[in-house]
């Protein structure tokens, strides 16, 4: 049973993953971890779903997180970076 929850997990995150790579060529593999994770709990579709993602306190929060806890600061700048071009506002 826990398989059949795991392989949609999966092939969902691979596809976002995907999806992210094809628009942010300088971001690193943690980075679009970390973007990705955060969609997800923030309940958006992918990480490059800007009407959730942009205004979403929570995707923030757990993006934040991640980076600060698992990725470098070039990452950091990566991700500052990638939100100002996405949502035309610099992260707060």
Do not use: Y
């Amino acid at each position: 049973m826990k398989l059949t929850i795991f392989l949609p997990l999966a092939a969902f995150l691979s596809w976002a993953i995907a999806e992210t790579t094809d628009s942010s060529d300088d971001a690193s593999p943690c980075l679009l971890r970390c973007m990705s994770e955060a969609a997800v709990v923030a309940g958006c579709a992918s990480s490059v779903d800007t009407d959730c993602t942009c205004p979403s306190a929570a995707f923030k929060d757990a993006l934040g997180s991640c980076l600060q806890n698992s990725c470098t600061e070039d990452d950091i700048t990566v991700a500052g970076e990638l939100h100002e071009e996405r949502c035309g506002t610099t992260p707060e």
